[in-house]
Nanobody, 118 residues
Framework: QVQLVQSGGGLVQAGGSLRLSCAAS????????MAWYRQAPEKERELVAR???????YYTDSVKGRFTISRDNAKKTLYLQMNSLKPEDTAMYYC????????????WGQGTQVTVSS
């Protein structure tokens, strides 16, 4: 069974930085696509970034050049480095895991709040 435990997040002023982490249990981390999603109040959940098992990355347009997704397969940990944060980045952030053979994200972290003040 896979569990994803998130850490990081918090309150930061606009222009600041935060790093989110997502530690996975189990043995499939290295053969899974990992992703960060976020959901702001009264908004739909959106994909922020993802990284494939081979290290190919994708970013939504609004975070390109500001956020960096990375993974450490030895530590079974996913990261999201967030720089130049904006108030519109305020949301609950979730990590997610999709095994390479799966069609959807089967496992989710507990969520961590990121609040950016103006």
């Amino acid at each position: 069974q896979v569990q994803l435990v998130q850490s990081g997040g918090g309150l930061v002023q606009a222009g600041g930085s935060l790093r989110l982490s997502c530690a996975a249990s189990g043995s499939i981390f290295s053969i899974s696509t990992m992703a960060w999603y976020r959901q702001a109040p009264e908004k739909e959940r959106e994909l922020v970034a993802r990284i494939s098992s081979r290290g190919v990355t994708y970013y939504t347009d609004s975070v390109k050049g500001r956020f960096t997704i990375s993974r450490d397969n030895a530590k079974k940990t996913l990261y999201l480095q967030m720089n130049s944060l904006k108030p519109e980045d305020t949301a609950m952030y979730y990590c997610a895991l999709k095994p390479d053979w799966a069609s959807q994200y089967n496992y989710w972290g507990q969520g961590t709040q990121v609040t950016v003040s103006s």
